[in-house]
């Protein structure tokens, strides 16, 4: 294949990856969930366009996992940090994955400070890793019925952005 070609190819996966993460995050933003369905259509997307390099993907989604576990991030930001490496690779994918939860701090920072919170948040996330140290007890982070809407940002959404982002920077030279 042309040195062309190859690029052509490299671009229209990255379209196709685009279109998925904007619709994970309209639907993270409108409704706090990505559709499992749409998920599965990514991956089998990525399957046939990525190949095994799919299999990144399923490695980095192991590796967060554990924070679903715990509550820290949703089922939804697993999947899409997993679709967003398996498409894009190790290197580029963690990239625009850091990209991603650096908007979300900055998001979560901004919510904090506006809305109050930031002490009670603090004291209770230092209060839960002394509980989880101490008493080696795994309990959910956060709890909607406890912590409020408030508390929680649409991580799949600032994923999505900082990608896409990522990407249009890596484009543009």
């Known amino acids: 294949m042309s040195t062309f070609g190859r690029e052509w190819c490299l671009l229209d996966t990255d379209v196709v990856l685009c279109i998925f993460l904007t619709v994970f995050g309209l ?73 991603g939860f650096f908007l979300g701090a900055v998001w979560s920072l901004e919510r904090l400070l506006r809305g109050g919170m930031m002490a009670r948040r603090l004291s209770y996330f230092f209060a839960y890793i002394g509980r989880m140290i101490t008493w080696n007890t795994y309990e959910p982070y956060y709890r909607a019925d406890r912590d409020g809407k408030e508390a929680a940002i649409p991580l799949a959404f600032c994923l999505a952005v900082g990608t896409i982002l990522r990407l249009a920077a890596g484009h543009m030279g």
């Open 27 to 99: 639907q993270d933003l409108t409704c706090g969930k990505v559709s499992k369905y749409l998920t599965l259509a990514a991956f089998i997307a990525g399957i046939f366009l990525r190949g095994t390099g799919m299999a990144a993907g399923i490695l980095a989604g192991a590796l967060f996992f554990p924070l679903f576990l715990v509550r820290m991030i949703g089922a939804a930001d697993v999947k899409a940090v997993a679709v967003i490496v398996g498409f894009l690779g190790l290197s580029r994918g963690l990239e625009a994955v850091g990209t």
